[in-house]
């Protein structure tokens, strides 16, 4: 995503989350200016709103958020002392939550302005409704339920439709499968929520006494102990879970290693065992450049540069930032001003640092201990993975070149030999029977044998490795310059402007073999005293010039030449440039020297 878009989004984020909090908080004043005398029983408010605080401080997780089984209590507060005293007392200790569990500002501020909305919307929505569908009469048989069931449908709706606006807003993507994983457990506490009230109105119509504060008491126990248990429940299954994560991601990894999606698994398994909003993993290629692997969330492009410096190959364990404030400045620049948060883990093998694993959160101090040794494991087992990856490569590259060697070998000292032999003795034979009229079928064979001991040795010649392979294209041209210069006593100068690129190895081996030509034919047949070769690095492209200050030539009688001699180096050098797109022109003229000139496109 571009970045001015990403700093509109979360700009626009910002607005939308501000403009909420202030017509909550303006709800919540609201409801301060139009509280009545308490003539309730101070008790049992006492007793709902500790109920309530201790179900909101131990919240059961769904998908990256929490929920709670608090909704009953809420409900009990609005009818035993009206809906502005159930905002107060909700809102407040939504905000001591908030503060106690040391989350992010914005998140201190919204929470509340969030739920006061979200109440005061489904009080007036309810009774109106109440009022339309002409259920005014509480004593009418059914009232209450009617009453809960409308109650809490809109408060849930619009309290999670406010979550889902927020979501939806910011830079990261929120997809289908994570809004229908957070519902499909939303619903299910709701279900849990009426069915609770209901089994309260159902024991309240049995008059089976006065309902004080001990009736709450031994009513709402269980509902916080539920509550409790189950955030304790729900923590102990997500350590499991995140166990067994780790565990089948190891297996994935393992299992996928020869092949080139093994990078996959760990995108997909990656949030199973830690929340995450923003992930990074790069890895150091042959030449120590940093190669984004993997990249999600709220990661801007280029972040690679920041770990470029020395810092990170001294860093031997995972540095945690659980602020924004302790972010460093450079890396800030590259993630979205929502992450706060921040691990990152360096994947170290033999003491040199050969990649990163980043996470970011969007919430303060979300990372404890077990996350930072949960990502040392999984950076361990990553590093051992590259380590034999590179193993694997390098085993493939020595079996390779010695199985090229091998076969060079056996060709040299075999078919080549006896070749060479067969033209030795045919030309003994044909020295000794000069006197004799018909040797056409001596000289026939000798032609032919010459013809394939010369194919045997470009054979033998292909087989063994390229100089790009072992030095890079210019190192391998100016080796070959040196050859020309100790061959034909003709210096030649190489000259490399801008910055130099990688490339592949198919295309380095086909420059070389291309400016190899041109150097060739401008020694054996310009009689130059001079040639230059220049690589130049552009943006997109690779620009190659050979030029020498030879006699030149005629291109369309070369062109002629070259369709009569199939071996011809002009043909040869038009084919290897096409062969990486590259355009490919010459020219010359008689008197002028020559001048080729290729053109390859780096992007492919």
Known sequence: MDVSLINRRERFMNITIMALICIGWGVIIYSTLHLEDFTGDIWTLVLLSAFLLWTELY??????????FSFPLIYTIVLLYGIWYGLIILTSISLVVNLIKKRKQQIVWFNPAQLAIALIAAYLSTNQLLIVTGWTDSTVVGFYYVHLCLFTFVFYLMNNLLIDFVLWLRPQKYAWKDWKQKTIQETIIVLISICYLAVMFALGNQNR??????SYLF??????????????ISKQHREKQRLKALVQLTKE??????????????DERLDEFIQ???????????EENWNVILQNGGVIKGIEKVFTGEWIQLADESIRYASR?????????????????????????EEDTVGILLVGSEQNQIYQTTDIQFLSTLANQLAVIIKTKML??????????????????????GIAQTLAGAVMNLESSKRVSEQHEKTSLVNESIDKLRGSLSEVRESIYALRPSPTEKFGVEEAVKAKCEDILKAYSIPVMVKIVGARKDLSPHIEQNVYEIVSEALQNAAKHSNASNVFVTFRYCKGNLVVRVKDNGRGFRLYEALLKANIDAHYGILNMNELAEQIDASFKINSSERYGTVILMIVPLSK
Request: charged letters at 25%; proline letters at 6%.
């Open 59 to 68: 919240p059961i997780p769904v998908w990256k958020g929490i929920t709670s």
């Open 209 to 214: 006494g006065v309902v004080d504060v001990f």
């Open 219 to 232: 009513f709402f126990s269980p509902l916080v102990a539920a509550s409790v248990l189950s955030a304790v």
């Open 253 to 266: 990894l393992n299992r996928t290693l020869p092949s080139a999606k093994w990078a996959v698994s760990l």
């Open 276 to 286: 995450t909003d923003a992930t990074l993993f790069i890895m150091k290629d042959v």
């Open 325 to 349: 404030k302790q972010i460093p400045d450079d890396l800030a620049t590259y993630l979205y001003k929502s992450i706060r948060s921040v691990i990152i883990t360096p994947l170290r093998v």
């Open 392 to 413: 694997f490569s390098e085993r493939e590259k020595r079996i390779l070149l010695e199985e090229r060697n091998r076969i060079a070998r056996e060709i040299h000292d």
